[in-house]
């Protein structure tokens, strides 16, 4: 899950923003898109698009998250939904074991665990002040929108 690239739509209608400058960080996130980009339900995505404020737990200070996708869906009865998503590894979404020893390794997993937890919080906020649902994708869910 690391290679990043530009992403050019099918359906550059569909992409709120700029289609011309549609990034990936990962293959996940590509595939995600080509997903997006295709789905008749989906009216219009965008990636990295708008920033959350949110407060570092590592350094006490406000910070932007950028969430990896917003998604407008059309449901089934013809309403709309808005969806906040953000793709991780699954291993990024557990709290790290504690472990006897105190690596670098570990203090690094345990430093983005309490981060990701601080963004996501900020998100889920977010989404419950906006109407939208957040929601984080793992390797696990990619197979499902």
């Known amino acids: ?44 995505w965008a ?3 708008f920033s959350i404020k949110y407060i570092s737990p590592v350094d006490g200070k406000a910070h932007r998250y950028f969430p990896d996708f917003y998604v407008k869906f059309k449901t089934t009865d013809g309403s709309t939904k808005i969806f906040v998503i953000e793709i991780k590894p699954h291993k990024q979404v557990e709290e790290p074991k504690k472990r006897t020893r ?6 690094n997993e345990v430093t983005t665990y309490a981060i990701n937890q601080a963004k996501w919080k900020a998100a889920k906020e977010f989404c419950k002040d906006n109407g939208f649902e957040f929601q984080i994708m793992t390797e696990h869910h990619l197979g499902i929108i």
């Not at 105190?102 to 203090?107: F, G, S």
């Open 1 to 44: 899950m690391s290679y990043k690239g530009k992403f050019k739509p099918k359906n550059p209608h569909k992409y709120k923003g700029n289609s011309d400058n549609i990034i990936y960080r990962s293959s996940w996130e590509c595939k995600f898109m080509s997903k997006l980009d295709a789905r008749e339900d989906v009216l219009e």
């Open 102 to 107: 105190v690596t670098r390794q570990y203090i």
């Open 47 to 49: 990636s990295e698009e």
